[in-house]
C-alpha cells in the first residue's frame, strides 16, 4: 500500500523535472547546441545561416546572434590547427565591420573542449553605442559563432551571459 503513494511522488516529480526542461530555450544546429540564459527569448531567423534571439522579443532587452556555417569537406580536411587563427580572424573581421573606430579585442578561449576565439568591440547603429562580445570555435568542419550584445549593461555584465552562453555549447559531431 506504500508504494502507490510513494509511485504517485515520483511520478510528480518527474513531471516536474520533465516541466522545468522544457522551459530551457536552446539554439541546435546539426552540429552544436546552445543553451540561452534565461527569459522569454523570441527566435528570428536571419540571411547566410544567422539565428538572433531577442529577450521579449525586443532588441533593447538584449540580444543573442548564431553564426554557424559548414565548411565544404575538401576545405575542412586540409585545414590544420595551425591554420585556425586565420579562419577565426576572417569570421572576426566579417563580424565586426561595424565596430567603432575598427577597434576590436581578442583572447583565446575554449569551447566545447576546443581553442576558441572571444572577441569585444563597441557597435554604433542610429547614434546608440552598443557593447558586443562574442566567441567563435570551429569543430571538425563546423564554424560556429555566437555573440550577445545590449545597450545598457556594462560590459561585465554582457562578458558574464557570453561565459554562460559558451560554457553550455556541446558539440553533436562526436
Given at each position: 500500500?506504500?508504494?502507490?503513494?510513494?509511485?504517485?511522488?515520483?511520478?510528480?516529480?518527474?513531471?516536474?523535472?520533465?516541466?522545468?526542461?522544457?522551459?530551457d530555450v536552446v539554439f541546435a544546429t546539426d552540429w552544436?547546441?546552445?543553451?540561452?540564459?534565461?527569459?522569454?527569448?523570441?527566435?528570428?531567423?536571419?540571411?547566410?545561416?544567422?539565428?538572433?534571439?531577442?529577450?521579449?522579443?525586443?532588441?533593447?532587452?538584449?540580444?543573442?546572434?548564431?553564426?554557424?556555417?559548414?565548411?565544404?569537406?575538401?576545405?575542412?580536411?586540409?585545414?590544420?590547427?595551425?591554420?585556425?587563427?586565420?579562419?577565426?580572424?576572417?569570421?572576426?573581421?566579417?563580424?565586426?565591420?561595424?565596430?567603432?573606430?575598427?577597434?576590436?579585442?581578442?583572447?583565446?578561449?575554449?569551447?566545447?573542449?576546443?581553442?576558441?576565439?572571444?572577441?569585444?568591440?563597441?557597435?554604433?547603429?542610429?547614434?546608440?553605442?552598443?557593447?558586443?562580445?562574442?566567441?567563435?570555435?570551429?569543430?571538425?568542419?563546423?564554424?560556429?559563432?555566437?555573440?550577445?550584445?545590449?545597450?545598457?549593461?556594462?560590459?561585465?555584465?554582457?562578458?558574464?551571459?557570453?561565459?554562460?552562453?559558451?560554457?553550455?555549447?556541446?558539440?553533436?559531431?562526436?
Amino acid at each position: 500500500m506504500k508504494r502507490i503513494p510513494a509511485l504517485i511522488l515520483v511520478i510528480c516529480l518527474l513531471c516536474t523535472m520533465a516541466t522545468a526542461f522544457a522551459d530551457d530555450v536552446v539554439f541546435a544546429t546539426d552540429w552544436y547546441s546552445v543553451k540561452l540564459p534565461e527569459g522569454d527569448w523570441q527566435k528570428a531567423e536571419g540571411d547566410e545561416g544567422i539565428t538572433y534571439y531577442y529577450l521579449d522579443g525586443n532588441v533593447m532587452n538584449g540580444a543573442i546572434m548564431f553564426v554557424s556555417q559548414d565548411l565544404d569537406p575538401e576545405t575542412a580536411a586540409t585545414l590544420t590547427e595551425g591554420m585556425l587563427p586565420v579562419l577565426y580572424n576572417s569570421m572576426i573581421q566579417t563580424l565586426t565591420a561595424y565596430a567603432v573606430d575598427g577597434k576590436v579585442d581578442e583572447e583565446d578561449s575554449v569551447v566545447a573542449g576546443r581553442p576558441g576565439k572571444i572577441f569585444s568591440y563597441v557597435q554604433e547603429a542610429d547614434g546608440l553605442k552598443v557593447n558586443v562580445i562574442g566567441n567563435c570555435v570551429y569543430i571538425d568542419g563546423h564554424l560556429l559563432a555566437l555573440c550577445y550584445m545590449h545597450l545598457t549593461k556594462p560590459v561585465e555584465e554582457i562578458r558574464e551571459v557570453l561565459t554562460e552562453l559558451s560554457d553550455s555549447v556541446v558539440y553533436l559531431g562526436e
